[in-house]
């Protein structure tokens, strides 16, 4: 595991945000907060987060509840916007895009695996697999489904295209909701605790696929609340009341 | 303080605020419905205001003109019972409208200014002096003639003369008002002098008596006295006409509106029945998405009746909302329809006005139909086991049932269709319901389209029958001899002249008429079954006759029967040799020859021959200026005739019937206006619920457009779903539609069922199921995905 000292913000708002780097890095955070207003009350989820990303690498998020984890996860794909600040992945300025071209953006270049697998219940686990490319419009349809199926069978379900998410174990829909995020054959997969609905020997399961795909280049970054699985990525990040205290 | 509980039942409804809104507005158009109800008790009070202001008598009597001074007057205004007496004298003749002339009566107001009974209000301008008269509001309303103040009406007058009479205002009376509506007759009116210039005859032709007690032996007995003391009146020889009795309540056209708001009550009905459907749905949907609240609910010790409290409160409160909206809307509504009741029939202006047990009943309804719509939802949902509810996702999962397999074969469609077809199955019960709301509209749609059609269908191929311009009517006192004929045929314009006669009969107790014509008739028949008669059956006078449809099938007549029709000389056997498609007089007539009819009349006092006249042209000018020189120059001859002009009489059945089918048209589309309500708030509630759906799909690249097409497909698949069952829906109302016109309003029509209207239906589907999407998708692909990922 690499470390990288990681400048943290001094004062409140008197930074000036510093130049994205040329694209060695993937992933660039620079001087970013994020506010969210609930009701009457201003929550600040990130204050003033700096944090490189270099591709090919294999990133753990943790911190306690509440941190800032997830939404330092939704301002790289891209979910949600910073209040202030620059986000550029893979060399795109994230927070001057429009909701449109980020949907655009996503679907071809991040790969999301989410907590509880958010699979479309209607949709078969082949169909599920090939959504992003039928939203992205890529290829003829014979050649999408020719991906989703493989992609299927690299995570080990190809005997269980047709099946419904309802007819699923956990680990499998987790596994449907990874192929699909192969869909792209994104740069960047972001896994908000992927592995936090399923038992261990499953999690383990999922984890190792997971470096399977970061051996053949993919660079993911993942946040989890176990300290075992976050050891076993290169390098992890620690974020607390919306700073990052290590890297 | 509040409890916990209560306040749930409140923020139930204030989080949700669009569910909120849409359950509340089709409540409210619900209640509203209800106000229909009210119609005819707040026209009859406005009449009754009328009846009272226009003093509007119980009994009237008619004589031959007797010329009666104050001591005649007071003397009968002392009979027992009777609190006062108002004489008047009439005129029926004709006035010219344009170049054409048309029935007229003009009635003879003693002192304007003080009437007794039967009051003629001066609306506007200023009662008539001498050589002046008031025109009716309604000769205008009616389009029959409008005339203001300054203006000229051209009577004609008992010598033939034409009388130019200046128009000094308008006037309004109950009865004569109701006089132009029946009849299309110009109603006009004037001083006893200016009557006696044009009848020729002075004196007053009828008395009109508002009595102390209006009972039937009270009536009797007043009539009695009032007999007694006309006898020995000069010119008094009886009551030429039976008098008229009004019973107490009871207003000229009160049986016309019952018969119209009794035809309103069944679309009514059929609104209030789609709402409640719609209502059920939405609180059906509010509840089953609450089964993990109330599994929570359940976990922290929450009892079945505790829980059932909370929905109950939340369904009294949606009630409340919609009541208290509903009413607003519902007085509002019932207004609006009696105020154009008023002034369309009555030519008043109906005072704003409420019921208050229709206000009971919308109140009623209102605050307990949403709760016992919920009952079934809150029933199933305290019923499920408490993990079940506790892991329940809100938003049905797929399934390998029958249905879902099939919509999951649907390939060929883009994704985005696939994905929109198959949340149609994802919540039965809701898709259902909304496609039966849609299908309710559709279906009431197709009828009330079906009942236009037929009624415009019919009324138009009626008079297309016709192969006469106008028909010229004789006494029988003096028929048209050769002379006269003569006159006819040589009156410039004439082109053909058919002499007819028609006479009422009864056919195996159904009423009917014979229409006694010629074998080479311009009437333009329609042989269903069977044939028309032959010349040589002509001149034989053969007992032959030609039924039509309606009276046909009423009394199970075949062509070869043999039948009996009662007439004015006893019965007649005929034999049936054809059955007719037309439906002149409700399809209740007989054509025989009419030279076989003279010679079953023959001997008895008959009606002269009536004339079909065709012109040389279709030309409305020509065909008034030949009718205007028929009359002037049989007239001129000694002979009595009238004349009917038949573009005259279709325009005025149009009209007539565009009443009837506009009204119609104007309740069926408030149905339809609660259907799509329906089917923008089961849009409304499935954009809600798949929020953090959108919300994934924009994640995984997803678009605007690709989540529009999502749910308008679903909302499209809905809206045919809909269609297709409203079409046998439609076909079943529009027989109901039919049969009411026939037992209710007494108008017999055909039943049709075009073909085109079920296309016009299926565009009007897919455009508004689009339409309603507009909103909620604007809403869902608005949010944001990170909000959209945290919306609960």
Partial sequence: MSTETITRTETEGEREPPAPRACASLIELAGVEKVYRMGKVDYRALRGVDLVIDAGEMVAVVGPSGSGKTTILNLITGIDRPTSGTVVVDGQRLDEMSEEQLAVWRGGNVGIVFQFFQLLPTLSALENAVLPLDFARRGRKRERFERARHNLELVGLGDKLDHLPAELSGGEQQRVAIARSLAADPKLIVGDEPTGNLDTVTAAEMFELLERLNREGKTILFVTHDRQLAARAQRVVEIRDGVVVAS | MVSALMRKSVTDLSRRRSRTFFAVGTLALAVASIGIFAMPTLIDRSMQAEVAAGKLPDLTVFTSPLVLDRAHLAALGAVPNVRAVEPRSFFEGRVYIGSRRAPAYVEGVPDFASQQADVVHVASGAAPGRGEVLTDLQNANQGLLDVGAGETVRVIAADNSLQRLRVSGEGRNLNGGQDVTSDNVVVLYATPETVAALSGVPGYESLAFRLADARPAAVASTLAAVRRELVGTPGFTGFTWLPEVRAPGDWPGKEDVQKFSDFFYVITVLAL??????????????????????????????????????????????????????????????????????STFFAIDVAFGVDARVLAVSVLVGLLGPILAALPAIRRAVRVPLREALEATGSAVGSQDAGDRLLRRVRFLPRTAQIGLRNVGRRRRRSFATALMVALAVGNLLAVLGLAAAVTDVTHANWRDHGEDLKLTTESERPLDAGGLQLVRSTPGVAEVEPMFDAEITLAGEEGYVWAVRQATMFRYHIADGRWFTPAEEQARARVAVVERSIARATDTKVGDTIRIETPVGPVALRVIGIASNLQENGTVLFVPRATMREVLHGTPTRADDYWIRTTSDDHGLIDRTTTSLEDRLTAAGYEVGTEITYVGEADNVASNRTITTSIAVLGLLIVAISMVGLANAMTMSVIERTREVGILRTIGARSRDVRRIFAVESLVLGLAGWLLGIPLGYLLDHVLVWLMKEVVNVDVPFTFPLGNVAVALVGTIVLALLVTLLPIRRAVRFRPGEALRYA
């Fill in chain 2, 273 to 342: 029945l789609s709402a409640f459907v719609l209502i059920a749905n939405t609180l059906t949907t509010l509840v089953a998405e609450q089964t993990s609240e109330i599994g929570m609910m359940k976990a922290v010790g929450g009892r079945r009746r505790q829980i059932t409290g909370v929905y109950v409160r939340t369904a009294l409160l949606l009630g409340a909302l919609g009541t208290v909206v509903g009413i607003g809307l519902g007085i509002a509504l019932s207004n609006v329809f009696v105020r154009y009741l008023g």
